[in-house]
């Protein structure tokens, strides 16, 4: 990765020291301020307001006492669009393609909802009688062998207005070859479309495959209004409130961009908040010099798992964001299981433990939550084990009781089982654990990587509380747990980098490959990148460029991105870098088969200066021992009941040991440390659990 100056454009910049983040999730919205002036932060968790996130950005303001006058910098990650496109609560939209090619959207890669049986559904993004197919045709290398007929365009266009679209996606077969006839018709739709939403394939995703290309310029129209209704609300409200800059908005690359611009390319918004969470963990793991981490989110409905090596994390252009919705820009490569601390565990008809994906939500939620929840989850077993805090049990009065759920646990998981209600729910968290094993394993073993060689970054609400067993059973030697997990997403916007990512089409065997042409791309990736960050009223510190490439064995259909030095590699030390890659993921050596270059790829990262992560734990209230910070003696269960202390995160001592079976609360979680296994506290207040068999 190499670095140059950054650019005239940023140097002028005043230094920013009120920098807010704030993260809209599922269920509450969390704010983080740093003032470097005072030395102090400010924390705040409201709930969310689905119907208008922008009522829960500002009572964070308000909870946390702020002053938008006085801030420098609000970031901001929002899951409008996420909810959008799984709610499928979109824009109406229309699309204009290449004749015969209307129904590529809908056909997809000839993939079924479930992999066994002939069942299920979908629905795509853009209904069949909103797509229109005119004559117009490229071939492969980006020949015109039929003329955009532009009397047919406007025709279609006058049609999809008035069928009441509000949006339009132009999608041309082979756009990314030449993107000629897009351009032209995108000049004649702003001649006709009455506003600017208006998305052309090439100019989001410049690559080859018509249905990934397709779906995600329909997923980016769709919710682009959505999103520019939203941000431009939220900013005139900011505004109102004296707030003087610009907004930035998290992308789902890790990056951020200006909320003057964001809605132009809203498909990138998708999955901001866990990239915000990622990005949270690859700062912290750099300052903590831990920087291979495996990123282990666990909330009320799901948990999330992400790859970070040498403090980068994982990056992939293939995300499919449920079936048959792949959307093809750069972001955060996030995997997800359905195991949250809602999850219902049930036995199943084969007599079988079963923990969701089904989740008892926020309302009426787990049974502890004491509002007439009555099905057995997670979060319920670990109240019966002991690891959750029984004094606080319900979340309105009078509530369920500790008994009430025993015996919910014993009626409907013991007993079928032969287990009382301390086993079956032991049996659960079991279960859960395995299966977010699995999900750890998914962005690990399965792509060659040992995950021995890293540590576990546990954060979400729930996640201290597994985060041991997990890594157990993956022989996973080390835990950080940062110090404040439950607004771990929000610290991500606080610490994000600027970034753009760039995907260029080049598609033929590495042999025949122009290296000039190659090189020219990336020099223009590079150059574009540099203009955008330069567009940016945020203090940058320098900018780093890194290139890959995207590669396959001729015939094969899946690619191997291939991480590169510069921007101007050589025939050779492209085809070694991709057999060195191709061995390390699958070792196999295939030296008889040529090889194919795909796509090339930038990504150029504006990264802004330090932010001090020790001030999120207050100083005055450490106290001076470890048994000052105790708060009681609790009996767990482990491999039995035990006998164990109970601390409270604010006021262990810096220097403090804690040698498990012991338990850490605080505001935003619960931390379980194991029997044998020791913690300590590093410079930032993070915890780091040592795992006492770890290999």
């Not at 009455?194 to 018509?210: C, D, F, K, Q, V």
């Not at 932010?611 to 100083?619: E, G, Q």
Request: hydrophobic content about 40%; overall charge negative; some cysteine.
């Amino acid at each position: 990765m190499s670095q140059i100056p950054s650019p005239a454009a940023n140097t002028q910049t005043p230094p920013q020291s009120q920098v807010a983040g704030i993260d809209v999730g599922g269920t509450f919205t969390d704010l983080v301020l740093f003032d470097s002036r005072s030395g102090r932060v400010r924390l705040a968790k409201t709930a969310t307001t689905p119907d208008n996130q922008a009522t829960g950005v500002l009572a964070a303001l308000d909870a946390a006492e702020t002053d938008a006058s006085a801030l420098d910098l609000i970031v901001h990650g929002t899951t409008t669009t996420t909810n959008a496109v799984l709610e499928r609560n979109l824009c109406r939209t229309g699309l204009v393609t290449t004749m015969g090619f209307r129904d590529v959207l809908e056909l997809g890669r000839r993939t079924r909802p479930n992999a066994y049986g002939m069942t299920g559904t979908f629905e795509p993004i853009i209904p069949r009688d909103l797509r229109i197919e005119i004559p117009e045709r490229l071939d492969a290398a980006g020949n015109v062998i039929v003329p955009l007929d532009e009397e047919r365009l406007r025709t279609a266009l006058r049609h999809l207005l008035e069928c009441g679209c509000e949006t339009l996606v132009i999608h041309f077969l082979h756009a990314y070859a030449n993107p000629a006839h897009e351009r032209r018709a995108g000049e004649i739709a702003a001649e006709i479309w009455p506003n600017g939403n208006i998305t052309l394939g090439h100019a989001l995703l410049s690559e080859s495959r018509e249905f990934e290309r397709g779906v995600t310029a329909a997923v980016n129209a769709s919710v682009q209004p959505l999103l520019a209704r939203y941000i431009d609300s939220l900013a005139d409200q900011l505004a109102e409130r004296g707030y003087r800059h610009d907004v930035l908005v998290m992308n789902g690359n890790g990056g951020m961009v200006s909320a003057r611009l964001v809605a132009r390319e809203a498909a990138k918004t998708v999955m901001s908040g866990p990239a915000s969470g990622v990005m949270a963990a690859a700062y912290t793991g750099r300052r903590a010099k831990i920087p291979n981490l495996i990123t282990y989110d666990m909330g009320g409905t799901s948990t999330d798992v992400a790859l970070i090596r040498d403090a980068e994390p994982a990056v992939s252009n293939e995300i499919e964001i449920e079936y048959a919705l792949p959307i093809h820009v750069p972001m955060v490569d996030v995997r997800t299981v359905g195991a949250g601390g809602g999850s219902i565990a049930r036995v199943n008809s084969a007599g079988l433990l079963q923990i969701g994906p089904d989740s008892a939500g926020a309302s009426p939620g787990p049974i502890c939550y004491g509002r007439g929840g009555t099905q057995p989850t997670i979060s319920d077993a670990n109240m019966i084990l002991g690891r959750l805090n029984p004094s606080k049990l319900s979340s309105v009065p009078g509530g369920a009781s500790i008994d009430d759920i025993r015996a919910i646990f014993e009626e409907k998981i013991g007993t079928p089982l032969g287990l009382d209600a301390t086993e079956a729910a032991a049996a659960v968290v079991r279960v859960a654990t395995a299966r977010m094993a699995g999900a750890v394993r998914m962005v690990s073993v399965s792509l060659g990587e040992d995950p021995r060689d890293f540590a576990l970054f546990s954060f979400g609400g729930a996640g201290p509380l597994h985060a041991s067993a997990i890594a157990r059973e993956l022989n996973i030697p080390r835990v950080l747990t940062p110090s404040r997990p439950g607004i771990t997403n929000a610290l991500g916007c606080v610490v994000a980098d600027l970034r753009h990512d760039f995907v260029n089409t080049v598609n033929r065997p590495l042999d025949d490959v122009d290296m000039d042409a190659v090189h020219a791309l990336f020099a223009g990736q590079s150059e574009e990148g540099r203009r955008l960050i330069g567009k940016e009223a945020v203090e940058i510190q320098e900018i780093r460029k890194s290139f890959s490439v995207d590669m396959q064995f001729i015939g094969q259909t899946h690619l191997l991105r291939v991480a590169i030095s510069g921007p101007t590699p050589t025939r050779a030390e492209l085809q070694r870098a991709f057999e060195e890659a191709y061995f390390a993921r699958f070792h196999v050596d295939l030296p008889q088969i040529r090889a194919n270059l795909v796509n090339v790829n930038a990504s150029i990262i504006g990264r802004r200066g330090e932010i001090d992560l020790s001030m999120l734990i207050d100083p005055d209230g450490r106290r001076s021992t470890l048994e000052d910070a105790q708060t009681e003696i609790r009996r767990v269960w482990f491999d039995g009941w035990r006998e164990t202390p109970v601390y409270w995160r604010d006021h262990l001592p810096a220097d403090a040991t804690i040698t498990g079976p012991a338990i850490i609360e605080q505001m935003d979680t619960t931390i379980v440390i194991e029997p044998g296994d020791r913690a300590g506290q590093d410079a930032d207040g993070n915890i780091i659990i040592e795992l006492r068999d770890a290999a």
